[in-house]
């Protein structure tokens, strides 16, 4: 059984001990960057800054010493690399140059750092690295709220964990779930997954976030559909059945409750669903869009005018530190207007074309991690600033599991070298 990938030649090598360190190294790396991406450190803004700085040296050593995989990974993600080119364009026109031109590099290098995680690790590795810090993060929040400890709450007494924002703690947890579901599907360690996929389920209904609670409940139509693609017909027949059965239960409790599942979906603020925040934020980011549709304000620059800006003017319309729209594709267009939508729904459509790509030639339940992912993708962003975001856990998969998923394709005539291990090999049950 084949948990990694290494190049072809060295592969055919005797076994080394410096190639064993720096791949425990790698795999050391990995884990880090995760748990920094997935704001678990968010409450220790500047430990968590002095972290980022540790893993760009970090990232810069390993190109040099993995160069092959890292330009193979460049290569591949030539998409990936035009979100940071249209953030650095956009410091011409710029409200706040200088800050455009620092977040444009941490993009960047957050995009690098995606690809070559992409190119040195199989979807069954990611999954495995993002399960493990997933749970410890789970774990310790859990605990921080079962104890009541003063910063696991926010100022609504909503549980957060160590997150910054119930919606995070819930949208982690989903995460989380979803690592379960395919890992449990691939067979590996069924009991494990089983418990650790228990507690994400109890910390999103702690973090009572209407965004997560869809997800899940989303997750238990697609998730017949999905792992059923290359079942026999009888077998897909039973999941498509319950996957609508599943859909019926849905709609009749939200009739029967008399919920609204659009309110749930996009309660980002913690507010009252008649009110207030969400609607001032997004009312205010339409008129900024309907300013400046084709190019916006600047990569990052609206919410890093000062407090004389209209952020300031907004943060205390709110009586709120908000630092963004609290939704994706709001955000994408007010900073970059309908070119950085452009690139975001393109690059977004290619994924989804190589994960059906994938889904379609392996009939491995790891195949379907990317349409996963993909989906919570696209339904988080509604609710929260995911997409276009330096040290974002979200952009850092999304390039990770791309090119993940472009070198398990079966096309030998892309690259001279394939880099990645048989998607067979993923998992053995």
Known sequence: ??????????????PRLTADWLRVGEWLFLLFVLTIASYALSLQPQVQTLCWYAAYLGALGLFLLRYGAFLGGLWIAVPLLLWPLIAGLS????????HTLRATVQLGMTALISLYFGARFNLFDLARALFVVLVIAGLVSLAAILVQAHFAYDHNGI??????????????MVLLVICCLVLFAAGWHRLSVTGAA????????FSQSGTSVVMVLGLCVLAPLLLSWHAPAPLRLIAYLAAAMLAACGVWALLAFDLDPFGMALDALGKERTLTGR????????????????????FDAFWNGGDASAAGYVQ???????KNFHNSYLDIWVQLGVAGLAITAVFLLTFAWRAFALL???????ATLPLFFLAFVVTYSLSEYALFRQHSLIQLLLGALYVSTVLALPDPSRLPARRQASPASWAET
């Open 279 to 298: 609607s001032v934020l997004w009312d205010y980011a339409a008129d900024l869009i309907e300013a400046r549709p084709l190019l916006g304000s600047g």
């Open 316 to 322: 205390a319309l709110l009586q709120q530190n908000v």
């Open 159 to 172: 549980a957060r964990g160590i997150f910054p924002h119930k919606n995070v703690l819930g949208g982690r």
């Open 360 to 366: 379609q030639h392996h009939r491995g339940a790891l």
């Open 1 to 14: 059984m084949t948990f990694s990938q290494d190049f072809p030649q060295e592969a055919a090598e005797p």
């Open 198 to 205: 228990a507690m994400g389920l109890v910390l999103v209904a």
């Open 91 to 98: 410091y011409f026109w710029s409200d706040a140059p200088g």
